[in-house]
């Protein structure tokens, strides 16, 4: 009994190796730079729209998720 919980708490230890409050805060992070995003883009503010973009591709490869597009950044790049 003793080594089976040992073996269940080394196999949960290793499931993550991010805790819950830092997935919380780069979750959090995301949405409030969406937030500002899109105040950038209200007021056609190019700059700060890429920076955001960066900001966010970051934030959605440190989470695992799907990366968004950014015409922005193409833009940029082409210049």
């Known amino acids: 009994m003793y080594l089976l919980i040992i073996v269940m708490f080394r196999f949960i230890e290793k499931k993550s190796e991010k805790t819950d409050y830092i ?7 995301l949405k409030k730079t969406w937030k500002e995003y899109r105040k950038a883009k209200d007021e056609n503010n190019t700059e700060k729209m890429a920076e955001y973009a960066k900001k966010i591709l970051n934030l959605q490869k440190k989470l695992g998720v799907k990366q ?4 922005e950044l193409k833009t940029i790049s082409n210049s």
Do not use: K, T
């Open 23 to 29: 997935v919380g805060r780069e979750w959090s992070n």
């Open 68 to 71: 968004s597009e950014f015409s």
